[in-house]
């Protein structure tokens, strides 16, 4: 979460559901726990921001967006993905044209959090390599074995820096 000291308003940034993979449950715990923060320091949330598609969990931005009234968003590049993933899972229904968020941002696009200004900086995690790749083995590989938590430990100017020398 990064919360404007100013104005007191926030942007939540990838939120996810609780999910059980034995029992195939979902669950809000750590959503709610976020807006109990919210709740208690009073904040007002602006924006809930997916950085990424979630391979490896599900997002709690529709649910957090639809209590909190704010905005949901991620980079313009997500419907390269949600057009991969369609074809890779059969996903025929899949509407693969960003509308699940309410904003989609392109690289360089400015935004605000309160009196916080920012810019977005659009990088997809190996997408483009994914698309050009015929064998989807391959592709459940690449994705399963980047080391994200190392990646993602970093500051954030590091970690997509070396994301994107890895998809290139």
């Known amino acids: 979460m990064v919360a ?3 104005t007191w308003r926030c942007a939540v940034i990838d939120p996810v559901l609780d999910y059980d993979a034995p029992s195939g449950t979902v669950a809000t715990r750590e959503a709610d ?9 009073a904040l007002q949330v602006e924006w ?5 598609p979630h391979a490896d969990h599900l997002s709690a931005a529709a649910y957090l967006g639809q209590r ?9 590049r997500v419907v390269h993905v949600q057009r991969l993933w369609a074809d890779i ?9 960003g509308s699940q968020w309410d904003h989609l941002f392109e ?9 916080l200004e920012g810019t977005a900086t659009i990088r997809l995690i190996g997408a483009v390599l994914l698309e050009q790749n015929d064998e989807w083995q391959t592709q459940h590989r690449y994705m399963q074995t980047e080391p994200m938590a190392e990646l993602m430990a970093q500051p954030t100017d590091t970690a997509l820096a070396q994301i994107t020398t890895v998809a290139a």
């Open 107 to 115: 690289d360089g696009e400015p935004f605000r959090v309160g009196s």
């Open 48 to 52: 809930v921001l997916d950085t990424h």
């Open 89 to 97: 899972y059969g996903l025929d229904g899949l509407a693969c044209d």
């Open 68 to 76: 909190t009234g704010s905005r949901i968003a991620i980079g313009a």
């Open 33 to 41: 726990r976020i807006l109990e923060h919210i709740k208690r320091e």
């Open 4 to 6: 404007c000291p100013a």
